[in-house]
């Protein structure tokens, strides 16, 4: 049967769970948009629940799984990116553990502090799977992995890496267990440049805000580095400096 109305009560949960947070962290499920991002999601073991699928718009592999086909007129009112590639797929939260990640020896991860826009983190994850990034952790966060936002701008990288959200307090007993050199980014003269820093061993390197940039919680708590800079702009946008030290994270180790 061919869905055409935005009555349909499919499509009344559908268009509730696309827009609150709330709504699909109680649900237990996260919602893909895209032909790459599904694959992704699928490759990776992600288990989907069932899919909104425009057949005049799509033109890949049609999924083993619940189909709802959806008229174009519609699809192009509930996608956020309207005609483009024509499928939505709804899948199961697995819930992630700090407690249970076991870090390899030259681990390197990127924690960001209290991130807030959903594509500034969907951009850092994309560099932090380009780059071979160990881990992502986001502590007290104040945006959804799973967000529709993070997913879309992330390209799906998420699906395949290690992600995790817990507190500060949380982050900080991991990385003091897992014997980590932790380096933080505050704005300050006695930041040493990054690129001077043994990178090749777990390392751990944090990123505040845009706003107000790391909090004092972070203070003391590891040696201060810098991306050097020639220009006269003082800082750089926050996904803009992780991606940088990402690159330099595994320039090091691809050192001989």
Known sequence: MLIESLQNEKIKRLTRLLSKNQDRRKAGIFIVEGQQENERALHFGNQPE??????????????DSKIHFVSEKLYEKIAYRGTTEGIIGIYKLEQRNLDEFKPKQDSAIIILESVEKPGNLGAILRSCEAF?????????????????????SSVG????????????????????????????????????????KNLKT???????????????????????????????????????AA??????????????
């Not at 699928?53 to 033109?59: G, L, V």
């Not at 160990?134 to 879309?152: E, G």
């Not at 991606?243 to 001989?256: D, M, N, V």
């Open 132 to 152: 071979g990034i160990n881990a992502l952790i986001v502590t007290d966060p104040r945006t959804d992995f799973y967000n529709p936002n993070v997913i879309r």
């Open 157 to 196: 990288c998420l699906f395949g890496m290690n992600i995790f959200q817990a507190s500060n307090e949380e982050t900080m007993e991991f990385l003091k267990i897992n014997d980590y050199n932790i380096f933080t980014t505050f704005m300050s003269e006695d930041a040493k440049n990054i690129q001077e």
């Open 202 to 240: 777990r390392s751990a390197v944090l990123f505040g805000t845009e706003h107000s940039g790391l909090s004092d919680f972070w203070k003391g708590k590891g040696e201060n580095v810098l991306i050097p800079m020639s220009g006269t702009i003082d800082s750089l946008n926050l996904s803009n």
């Open 243 to 256: 991606a940088i030290t990402c690159y330099e994270i595994l320039r090091q180790k691809l050192e001989k």
């Open 50 to 63: 069932e899919y909104f699928i425009c057949e005049s718009i799509f033109n890949g592999k049609l999924p």
